[in-house]
């Protein structure tokens, strides 16, 4: 190591960014790495080029030997290597054909019931009504894999109110989101959004029946002795 506090700056953040990201226990934990990737990116080019040096040095002593070409192949080889898998892993984050969000809001804006409650987690509900301002009638609440042990976290829409508050008024201290869908069904209707996050078999058990109005997106939560929104009106 020629460089000692390089290294020891390097080492240490990478040793620090590693420790946050691993204690984040956050779905998307993965984006915490990027800067660990850098820091491995600046080791990987540092040792590259030791390795270059190390190679032009060897044949420098070689009689009718190209130097220059062997250090030229052998740095495009070093450069193609990290470009292999270039396609495969930019089709796999391509987001170019990402209009879930876009779907959700639509579902929800067309068809949800008025003042209804809408059971989510980080999706797009927040920039329906915060930003595109529609359908701000509907109270939006987030009861899913949330941290329990601060004293704020900003679960429901529109109400501005601590946790405490929260998990009382709206029932979001239940992470499988069954006590919020209880509260909300006995001010009106409610909706889930699929996203995964939620069992509906838990939603079955406690009586609420799972109807579709947009499917793989949109779900009515539907309670004992009350018709989904639509069939009510229309008396079907």
Known sequence: LRDRAVG????????????????NNIPDVNLYFIPTYLVLSLWAATGLGALLAEVEALVAGLPRVPKGAIVGALSVVLLVLPLLGVGKT????????????????????????????????????????????????????????????????????????????????????????VSAAIKAAKKGRVYLLDQGVADPQLFRNAGFRIVPVETGVLYELVPPGREPYGREQTGG
């Open 8 to 23: 020891v700056l390097f080492g240490f953040l990478f040793v620090g960014w590693t420790f946050h990201a691993i204690e």
């Open 90 to 177: 930019y089709a796999a984050n391509d987001m170019g054909d990402a209009y879930r969000g876009r779907e959700e809001i639509q579902a929800v804006a067309q068809n949800a019931a008025p003042n209804a409650t809408i059971l989510h987690h980080r999706s797009s509900m927040w920039y329906m009504a915060l930003v595109e301002k529609r359908r701000r009638d509907l109270t939006i609440v987030d009861p899913f894999a949330h941290n329990k042990d601060v004293s704020y976290a900003d679960l429901v829409w529109p109400a501005d109110i601590d946790l405490a508050a929260e998990d009382s008024r709206y029932g979001t201290d239940d992470i499988t989101g």
